[in-house]
């Protein structure tokens, strides 16, 4: 399984999201890359599978069921890698919702919006939060956040999930200013267009054009892969990207310049 080629020190790697779409593609890279590696998600038979497929392969993985938006589980699942695993020396948070139908800003509800801060933004401040004491005592720490380059960009009737996306930039850059000072640096990865499962459950639905429609839209003429995010996310987790920090990695095709 391991990437001699590309094998650092290894360390414990947490990504959230890891049942679907990008975050188990994140989690293979950085298994390939030596890390043991614990995936979390709301869908823990999923997070599981993933987590075994790793483990067929010669990689050490966990997968554990978790809601980011409850603190205590978050602590309890942080618990567990630790006790099997051991310190969290990396954390990326892939774990986020999509608005689903367009809603314009007058009709969006207390509801909506509140889940959206809840799980984008909250649940991402809350993973970090749990996991940086680990970091802080080992003098050494990668943190990426999974954003959207719509929270650069702007996005019509979507207000309240640009907002949530546009915060975890705002979280990113404010951790990188506190915590680069002890060795921990902070970057996050706002995607444009990915094929993953939730799009695709978009174009379904009838709320977003055929992917490769939008791919036109494109400056590269393609849309992105779980695996683009991934290698990008790869890199900012080794010691070679330890003079990166607070910065927005557009992994976009061009698409927001």
Not at 194 to 220: C, H, K, N, R, S
Request: with cysteine; glycine share 12%; charged share 15%.
């Amino acid at each position: 399984m391991t990437d001699p080629a590309f094998l650092a020190t290894s360390r414990v790697a947490v990504v959230t999201g890891g049942a679907s779409g990008i975050g188990p593609a994140i989690g293979r890279r950085l298994a390939l890359a030596g890390h043991p590696v614990a995936l979390l998600d709301r869908q823990g038979d999923l997070a599981r599978r993933h987590a075994e497929e790793l483990t067929a392969q010669g990689a050490t993985a966990i997968g554990i069921e978790v809601d980011v938006t409850d603190r205590d589980a978050v602590a309890l699942a942080m618990n567990v890698v630790r006790d099997q695993l051991g310190p969290v020396s990396i954390i990326v948070t892939s774990a986020g919702v999509d608005v689903g139908t367009p809603v314009p800003v007058t009709d969006v509800t207390a509801g909506q919006w509140d889940r959206l801060i809840a799980i984008n933004l909250t649940g991402t401040f809350t993973c970090i939060q749990a996991a940086v004491p680990d970091m802080q005592a080992a003098g050494w720490g990668r943190i990426i956040t999974i954003s959207s380059s719509s929270a650069q960009s702007g996005a019509p009737e979507r207000s309240h999930y640009v907002a949530s996306k546009g915060g975890v930039i705002a979280l990113t850059k404010a951790l990188a200013f506190e915590l680069s000072p002890q060795g921990i640096t902070a970057n996050t990865i706002p995607p444009s267009i990915v094929d993953t499962p939730m799009a695709q459950g978009g174009v379904e639905l009838g709320i977003v054009p055929p992917l490769d429609i939008l791919a036109t839209m494109v400056p590269v003429r393609g849309c992105g892969t779980p695996d683009d995010i991934a290698a990008a996310t790869a890199f900012l987790c080794t010691d070679d990207a330890g003079f990166i920090t607070g910065q927005i990695i557009g992994v976009n095709g061009g698409m927001y310049i």
